[in-house]
């Protein structure tokens, strides 16, 4: 029995004469701006750099996140069967698998948009029941979307602010009238939107309509209104998926400082396995709704199972 190579999403996938899967091509990483080093050559998460270019390792957190035997039914059609995985403070964990493995129903049940039928999850030591994604983002949890969700009329600024809605303690009333109290915290809050529109380096569009905007531009976008909400946990559903090389290269760099800077977890769902091998910590791998692969990249691309469903096999 012989692999046989099948597309995916980013080029045609091998495996090497160790029987180790191997990503086609891989990102190209461009120099950091301040370190003049390659970003494939940066340290993996857990790992900064000081003022003198000293690299500090940090061990991975506790466990903060934790799924046990999920399973999630639509009707008859069974979406996610008897999951379990976890995730540690301060990593980066991607999730992968072909499509229609349930890679994106299983980030909709970590933040509370579906509720499976068995199972337990328990966030920061509190077992989660009936989680509503409101209450979810008012626990540091916060989002990006497969496809951008965005106010398409709206400037980049407007909508990096909506980012901010559950931070806000004075009421409509008083924010409609701008007066007092409501007017010191709003230009709190938008000193905030202006640090997070800094960081993401989108200065010269921020009052421009995000509907004009390139692609890439909205997915960056995108990822500064969820940052805007200061989460512990960021859940990021394929954030580089049809952009080209050079705008891969910048969300690879700004998810690694989002890790690296603020200390914020990152749940990943990515199709790009250069990508995923290059910035994750742990992978966990879904094949039709199961689990078939859990561990460090270098695991998963070695295991077996992984192999079969991502290449296929011929007899």
């Known amino acids: ?63 903060i996140l934790d799924l046990q035997n999920i399973s999630l039914s639509f009707g008859g059609v069974k979406a996610l069967t008897d999951i379990s995985f976890d995730v540690c403070e301060h990593e980066i964990r991607a999730i992968i698998g072909p499509n229609g493995a ?94 997070v529109i800094d960081f993401l380096e989108i200065q010269a569009i921020r009052k421009t309509p995000v509907g004009r905007l390139p692609y890439g531009l909205q997915k960056r976008v995108e990822l500064a209104r969820a940052l805007a909400a200061e989460p512990s946990m960021l859940l990021l559903d394929e954030p580089m998926a ?12 700004f998810i690694l400082d989002v890790n690296q800077q603020f200390g914020t977890t990152i749940v990943l769902i990515e199709h790009d396995m250069g990508v995923v091998m290059d910035i994750s910590d742990r992978v966990v791998v879904l094949d039709y709704g199961k689990k078939i692969g859990d561990g460090t990249p270098e695991e998963v691309k070695s295991n077996p199972d992984v192999i079969r469903a991502y290449l296929g096999t011929s007899h």
């Open 102 to 195: 349930g890679k994106s129903s299983m980030l909709n049940v970590i933040n509370g948009v579906y509720h499976p039928q068995q199972g337990r999850i328990v966030f920061r030591g509190q077992e989660r029941r009936q989680m509503h994604p409101t209450a979810a983002a008012r626990q540091g949890i916060a989002r990006t979307f497969q496809n951008i969700a965005l106010f398409k009329g709206m400037t980049v600024l407007d909508n990096i602010m909506t980012g901010r809605n559950t931070q806000f303690r004075t009421g409509v009333f008083a924010h409609a009238l701008w007066w007092g109290p409501a007017r010191a915290e709003e230009m709190q809050h938008r000193r905030k939107v202006e640090e």
């Open 1 to 63: 029995m012989t692999a046989t190579p099948t597309a995916w999403q980013g080029g045609m996938a091998r495996v090497d004469a160790t029987g180790t899967m191997v990503a086609p091509g891989g990102l190209a990483h461009p120099a950091h701006p301040e370190t003049g080093t390659a970003a494939h050559d940066a340290p993996r998460t857990g790992d900064s750099h000081g003022p003198d270019g000293t690299a500090h390792t940090h061990t991975r957190g506790d466990v």
């Open 242 to 253: 049809g952009m080209n090389v050079e705008e891969k290269q910048d969300m690879c760099r």
